[in-house]
């Protein structure tokens, strides 16, 4: 009877052994997929996006919703391709500018400060003579095939990332049941019902908020633009693109938005830098207090500190990438800590989770 028991023991802790190294398996193993993955989730961000557009079109056409995303997808490219053709130019041309301003802009902040950016390690001329090293070293020709490599493996890595997240969302878009059905066989017979369920309100979730992000960003771009532009500040479309791009990123997009913008009126005199400043302030304050809680009032809401947290561990962790992901990624775990745990274990009773 003893000895019956402790073959059984062995064998519960043998199970109990194996199961936790295979959940450290699983763990170190995303970690070090840990950059496909979060691409693979702007992917389905990409996917939640291209459906969202092509449900109206299916249920007021004939179409069938693979049609419909077909629709959806060309009217993107042409969008895509005439805006390109119509604007491109003159982005870019505003970008070279914008950098050689904010490079004055620096320039001029050392003349006034001659301790500015002048830690030890940068030697005693500061930003400067960083500079002036860098185009040193630039014009080296022993160190010209290695920045151009470095450059060449810099593009090539972006445009596979952007490459892979494309075909991820087409794939998500196409047939969003196969990859549905997929992640609920995990699940035991017995809680696939309410996986679905959570499944459905992650997506819808995600579509609320993508489509606030989306309207804001739209409006923050055509304001910050005309605003800068009544303001008589240069490089007023670049600025306003800057401003919505990084409104992507709650909370600290739109502090990141104003720095180029103060840099350059910095360039004119003291008071733009205060006029430009007073408009980038109050058009944060109407953007987070006015324009978000409408456009957001069917998504999650989520504490201002915890975005912020969220946004910054994430970028510790994974750089650029961990802050695009950040923010909907919180949105994701809100959501299911709300039904999985909330609805299901503490409050079973209540309808309005």
Known sequence: MRRQHRVNYLTRLLIAIGVIGLFVLVVLLAWAVVDVLLLGFLGVLLAVVLRTLAKPIARRTPLSSKAALGVVVVLLVIALVTVGWLLVPEIVAQTDQLVERVGNAIEQLEAIVPDFLDLDDLGTDGLGNILNRGNGQWLNPNNILPQLMDTFALTLGVLADILFVLFIGLFVAFDPQLYCNGIVRLIPPKGRKRARTAIDKIVEGLRAWLLGRIIS????????SLGLWLLNI????VLGLIAALLEFVPVVGPLLAAIPGILIAFTLGLTPVIYVSLFYLIMQQLEGNVLTPIVQQQVVSLPPALGLSTVLAMGILFGILGILVATPLTVVVFIL?????VKDMLEPNCDDI
């Open 234 to 237: 240069p490089l007023a479309l």
């Open 337 to 341: 800590i709300r039904i999985l745990y």
């Open 217 to 224: 960003m739209i409006v923050v771009g055509i304001v910050t």
